[in-house]
């Protein structure tokens, strides 16, 4: 079964965490760029990147060698174009979570064993993580997007970089975010 975890550029809103004094575009390719070695990390599973018309030398800084580059302006564009494409299962990523574990990242591929659609909830009304089977089933709302839940949450929720303030939740305990964290620390 062929399955693809894609991280969204959709809009600039992932550099809204940026601290004063930090370059918002390298804050963000920074963010984008975590999220994307975290992604690298699941077993058995494609990575791509959705990019909007703000974002594509974004999505260009960051993808990983060989990994497409969806210039689309929607999750339901992306949907399509991966079905199209022979994926069985799409999960979708905000780039604002650079400490995200990879076992969470994880989840929603799991919550597609028993259901036709999966989340990982944000801490506030978003999710982190949305991921359906494809075809996806006709009750998936369109328009869908991961700054508001419309989905089914199966794992547990995580926090989200949407103010220079949640850079204070950043654990510097947990593995990854090392782009992130050099940014941040001068390196």
């Known amino acids: 079964m ?27 390719r920074a963010l984008a760029e975590d999220v994307t070695d975290v992604l690298a990390a699941l077993s058995g599973v494609d990575l791509a990147i959705l ?36 994926y069985a299962e799409a ?18 591929f799991s919550g597609l064993s028993t259901s036709e659609v999966a ?15 494809l075809p996806p089933p006709r009750w998936l709302p369109a328009g869908l997007h991961l700054d508001t839940p419309d989905a089914l949450a199966v794992a547990p929720a995580w926090r989200r970089l949407r103010v220079p303030a949640d850079l204070a939740a950043l654990d510097p305990g947990l593995e990854g975010w090392e782009a ?8």
């Open 119 to 133: 989340v990982v909830p944000g801490r506030g009304d978003d999710l982190v993580a949305l991921a359906t089977r």
């Open 51 to 86: 990019a909007g018309t703000s974002t594509v030398d974004d999505a260009r800084a960051v993808a990983m060698p060989g990994m497409p580059v969806l210039e689309l302006s929607t999750v339901d564009g992306a949907i399509a174009e991966l079905a199209r494409r022979g």
């Open 2 to 28: 062929l399955r693809v975890a894609t991280l969204c550029l959709l809009g600039t809103g992932y550099r809204a965490a940026c601290p004063p004094g930090v370059d918002p575009v390298r804050f963000g």
């Open 180 to 187: 992130t964290r050099a940014l941040l620390s001068g390196h």
């Open 91 to 108: 999960a979708f990523f905000t780039p604002d979570v650079p400490d995200l574990p990879v076992l969470l990242a994880a989840k929603p």
